[in-house]
DNA sequence: ACCTGAACACCGTTCAAGT
DNA sequence: ACCTGAACACCGTTCAAGT
C-alpha cells in the first residue's frame, strides 16, 4: 500500500505531464522560474539554436541527442541536465520556431491583421520545413502560440466577428495553415530532374477511372503551393464575411 | 571510374525513388505486377493488416519492424522480403487507411459529393488517429489516394466550377480537411481528468498581455473539434460559391 | 553537489550461412 | 532459390562513479 502510494508519488513529482500539454507548459514555466544557472557553458537556449540549426540544415531524422552532443561538445547525458527528453526539446523547438513571427504595427487591425498572421505564420513554418513534421507531436500551446492566438483572435473580433464566431474562425484558420504547410513540406520530395510530378502520375492512370483527372491533369502543374494558399486564404475570410455579414 | 558507374547504376537499379513519391508508386506498381507469391505465409497485406492493428492499438512508435515480426511469429527479416523498409511500411498504410473512405451512391453530386467526401475523409484518418503524424512523411499519391482526388475535383466540377477554380479548390480543402485532423489528434494528449485543458492554461495568462484571450476564455470551451470542422467546411464552399457564383 | 563515462535495452537493416 | 539467425551500427535514457 504504501509502497505503492509512494511510487505515485514519485511518479507526479517526476512530472506525469506529457511535453507539450496545456499542465506540462504550466509545470514548464515554474520549472524556469526556480532554475539556478549550470557551471558548465551549455543553457536551454544554446541546446535549442544547435538543434534547430541541426534540423534545418540536415533535417528532424540527424537531430539525435548523441549528435547534438557532438555539435555542443559534451556528451549527451549533460543534455538531460537541461532537457528532460528528445520529445521535450522538440516542444521547445517548435514553440521558439513560432516566436520567430513578425507582428504587424499596431495600425494593422482587423482583417488585414489576420491575414498578415496566417501568412507570418506560413513563412516561419516553411522557413523551417525539416520540423513541420514535429508539430503533429503536440498542440500548439507555448508561449509564443499562445501569444499568436491572442493577436489573430483580437483580429477577428477587431474585424467585427462576435466572439463565437471568431473562435471557431481562429481556429478554422490555424488548421487550413497548418494544413498547407503539411501538404506543401509532403511533397517536397520530388527533386526536379529525376523524380516525376504528380502530373506524370496522372497521366499513367486508366482514363476510364479517372476522367476527370486525366481531362484536367494540366491544372495540376498550374497552382504553385503559395497560390493554393493565397486562394484558400482569400475564399474562407470571404465566406466568412458573406455568412456573418458587419453591422458597420 | 567504372567503378563509380557501376555503383550509380546500382543505386539506382535498386530504386532511387523514395516512398510515396510519384515515382515510387509507378515503381511499386510495375513491381507488384511482376511479384511472385511466397513459399511463407507472409504477404504484404497480411503485414498492412497487422501493422494497422498494432498502430491502432500500441500507436505509431510501438510498429516496430522487430515487433511487427512478433506479431506475426516470424523474424524481423522476413519482413524485408515484402516491405522494403519501414518507411514504405508505413506509405502503404496510410494508403491502405483512406482507403478505407465510403463514396456516396452516383445520384450524390455536386456540392454534397464534395461536402461527404471532406467528412468521410477526415472520418478514417480519426478512426485511425495514431497514423496521422505518419501522413507528413510522404504526399497522397497512392491508388486509394487519387481515387479520392478524382471524386473529389469532379464534385466540384459538377458544382459549376471551373477547372482552373475547381483544382486549388479541392487542393486547399484538402489542406483544411487534414489540418483539423493534425491539430485534433495532436491535442488529443489530454486525458480528462488529469491534465489542464487549453481553457485552464489561458486562465493563467496575464490579462494585460491577453486580453482577448482572457475575455473570450469560455469560448475556447465550447466548439467542440466537429464544430470547428463543420464550421470551416461551410465557410469555404460558401466563400466559394461567392466568390465564384454559379451560371445557373 | 554537480557532472558524465559507460552501460542498458532497445532500434532498422544487412548478409552470410543455412535449408 | 529462398529464407533467416546473428551481427552491425546505431538509438534514447539512466546511473554509478568520479570530481
Redesign the interface.
Known sequence: MIAAYDAAMRTIEVS???P????W??EHRAREARRRPRTDGLSTGRIIAAALALVDTEGLDALTVRRLADDLATGSASLYRHVASRDELIVLLVDHVIGEVRYPPAGVSGRAKVEVLSIELRRVLMDHANL??A?????L?GPNA??G??NG??GL?EAGFA??V????Y??????????V??D???A??SAG?????S???S??PVD?????R??QG??E??SID???A??L???????E??FPLDG
Chains 1, 2 share one sequence.
Do not use: C, K, Y
Open positions: 506525469v505531464a506529457v507539450g500539454s496545456a499542465t507548459w504550466l513541420v513534421p508539430l503533429t507531436a503536440s498542440p500551446l499562445m501569444r492566438t491572442e483572435l483580437a473580433i466572439p463565437t471568431a473562435v471557431p474562425a481556429l478554422a484558420l490555424v488548421d487550413f495553415v497548418l494544413g498547407t503539411f501538404f513540406t509532403s511533397s520530395g520530388r529525376v523524380s516525376h510530378s504528380s506524370d502520375l496522372i499513367e492512370l477511372v479517372f476522367p476527370t483527372l481531362a484536367n491544372e495540376f498550374l497552382p497560390d493554393v494558399f486562394f484558400g482569400t475564399t474562407f475570410l470571404a465566406g466568412l458573406h455568412r
